[in-house]
């Protein structure tokens, strides 16, 4: 026998809300996304506590037609909001903002914004779904890809060197390079030993080195460079031309080298690319360097002769490496 008195039994009290045509349509859509399968559902759901009412900018697709908007107990509203409701374990931190819901007999109504924007949050949603292994990749390409391109410049160094050829030092008669004496600098020469012809150009250095003496590959470290060898009919004998990667304005000349000891191709700087001879037109056995610049002739700075017969290779500055 049951002897609770019936004024200790509890009543359900109706619960009536209303709608216009367009917050219909977002209240669908949220009971959709809160995974319910009416609206219905998904205010039992709110009363019991198993979802948050949280504010979003947009639910559902807006509509053109919709009637005005009104507030929680029905009375016109200038600023709608719109309510969308989510399950608790998935709300964002932070307690929840209730808009709307039911309380007592109270209308209550949702509403949509018609022109609002998504958030940074609904933005990001698509991309936090997808599994970690796949976000951990993303960012770490992210951060791995740039240093790799740096590396690989610097490796390759294919970043253009920069040299001052104005304040660049020269050498000159008497002067020693690698421990050759140099016996001739760019000059004008009274008279050309071999032919007797006189105010001859010198375009080069001459340096005192014996027949077979390694030439090297001038250029920054890790450059490539490109060597070229030919015959010059003028007396040059033959010449080896390099242009590289780091000061691709320069060609680098060694004439008079040994026959069929000079070695067209691509190379590393600091590689030996020929031997010096007295092939053409000379007085005795000898290493002629030359340099150009944009196609004319400059004094050749001395750090360029020194890798020639060291193999010692530049820094991005146009100095000698450490």
């Not at 039911?102 to 599994?131: C, E, V």
């Not at 037109?281 to 020194?306: A, C, N, T, W």
């Amino acid at each position: 026998m049951n002897d609770t008195p019936p004024t200790a039994i509890p009543t359900k009290r109706r619960c009536t809300v209303t709608v216009s045509a367009q917050a219909w349509h977002g209240s669908k859509a949220a009971a959709q996304a809160a995974g319910c399968g009416s609206i219905s559902e998904l205010l039992e759901k709110l009363g019991n506590g198993e979802l948050a009412i949280v504010i979003a900018d947009e639910v559902g697709p807006p509509l053109s037609d919709a009637p005005g908007t009104f507030d929680t107990y029905g009375a016109p509203s200038s600023t709608p909001q719109t309510v969308t409701a989510w399950p608790l374990d998935s709300a964002d931190e932070g307690p929840a903002k209730p808009t709307s819901g039911y309380t007592n007999g109270r209308t209550a109504t949702a509403t949509i914004h018609p022109k609002s924007k998504p958030q940074p949050a609904q933005l990001l949603a698509p991309l936090l779904r997808l599994p970690k292994v796949v976000l951990t990749a993303v960012c770490a390409s992210l951060i791995v890809l740039p240093i790799l391109y740096v590396l690989d410049l610097r490796l390759s160094g294919s970043k253009k060197a920069s040299l001052d050829l104005d304040q660049a030092i020269t050498v000159t008669t008497g002067d020693a390079i690698a421990g050759y004496e140099v016996t001739d600098h760019m000059r004008i020469r009274p008279v050309h030993p071999v032919t007797g012809a006189v105010n001859v150009p010198h375009n080069g250095v001459d340096v005192a080195t014996p027949s077979g003496t390694p030439i090297y590959g001038v250029g920054v470290t890790g450059d490539k460079i490109t060597v070229d060898c030919w015959w010059d009919v003028d007396g040059g004998g033959w010449v080896a031309n390099q242009t590289t990667e780091s000061f691709p304005q320069l060609v680098f000349q060694s004439l008079h080298l040994l026959e069929n000891e000079c070695r067209s191709g691509t190379f590393t700087s600091g590689e030996v690319i020929a031997l010096s001879g007295n092939s053409g037109l000379g007085s005795g056995e000898h290493y002629d360097f030359r340099v150009k610049l944009e196609g004319s002739y400059i004094d050749p700075p001395r750090q360029f002769l020194e890798a020639a017969l060291t193999g010692k290779t530049l820094a991005l500055d146009g100095s000698l490496a450490e």
